[in-house]
C-alpha cells in the first residue's frame, strides 16, 4: 500500500513538474543556439551564438580606447561587421558611455574588458543589453550572447539554429536595461 501510494505521489508530482514546463514554454519564445540578430539602431543584421556558459554578451570591436567625456568615463571603438543581408561591411567609429569594466580570467591570463549598453533586435523585441567589447575576428560569431540577456529572450534549444527571425521594426517592442540583472 505504501509503495503505491510513493508511486502515486511520484507521478503526480513529475506530471506536475512537466505541466509547469509545458506552460512556462507556452508563454516564453524558443531560440536557437546560434540566431539572426540584428544591431540597433543602424540595423546590422549578424549571426549570434547564444552561449549559456558566458554570464555576459560579447561584441566584437575593434580600436578600443577609453576617454573622458564632461567628466564620466566613455568608450571609443570600431565595429566591423558584415551585414548578413546585404554583405556591406558596417566600419563606423562609435562612442559609448562605459557601463562597468569586466575582469576575465582565461587560458592567456587575466584581462579587462569594458562593458558598454547596445541595443539587440533578437525576434520582434529590441534589447538594451551589456556587451564587453573585445576583438572577435577570430571567432566565427561577431555576437555572443550570454546568460544574462539569454535569460530576457526567453528559452534556449541547443539542438536548434535560426528559429526567431529578427524583425524589429518602428513599432518594436522595446526591453530596457535592468540594472537588478548586474548583480548575477
Known amino acids: 500500500m505504501r509503495k503505491t501510494l510513493l508511486s502515486v505521489l511520484a507521478s503526480s508530482a513529475m506530471a506536475g513538474t512537466l505541466l509547469v514546463g509545458a506552460v512556462a514554454q507556452a508563454e516564453d519564445k524558443v531560440f536557437g543556439w546560434v540566431e539572426n540578430a540584428s544591431i540597433e539602431p543602424w540595423g546590422i543584421a549578424v549571426k549570434a551564438k547564444l552561449d549559456s556558459g558566458a554570464l555576459t554578451s560579447s561584441l566584437d570591436a575593434r580600436n578600443i580606447e577609453m576617454f573622458e567625456n564632461d567628466g564620466e568615463e566613455w568608450v571609443r571603438f570600431r565595429l566591423k561587421l558584415e551585414d548578413q543581408d546585404s554583405g556591406e561591411t558596417f566600419s563606423d567609429q562609435i ?15 587575466r584581462d579587462e574588458r569594458p562593458v558598454v549598453l547596445i541595443d539587440v533586435c533578437m ?7 551589456q556587451f564587453s567589447l573585445r576583438d572577435r575576428e577570430e571567432m566565427l560569431y561577431p555576437l555572443l550572447l550570454g546568460r544574462r540577456t539569454i535569460s530576457h529572450l526567453g528559452l534556449l534549444d541547443v539542438r536548434n539554429t535560426f528559429l526567431q527571425e529578427p524583425g524589429c521594426g518602428e513599432n518594436a517592442t522595446y526591453v530596457p536595461h535592468d540594472s537588478t540583472d548586474d548583480q548575477s
Open 95 to 109: 562612442e559609448r558611455p562605459l557601463y562597468r569594466e569586466q575582469k576575465v580570467r582565461g587560458a592567456g591570463g
Open 123 to 129: 525576434g520582434d523585441t529590441v534589447y538594451e543589453e
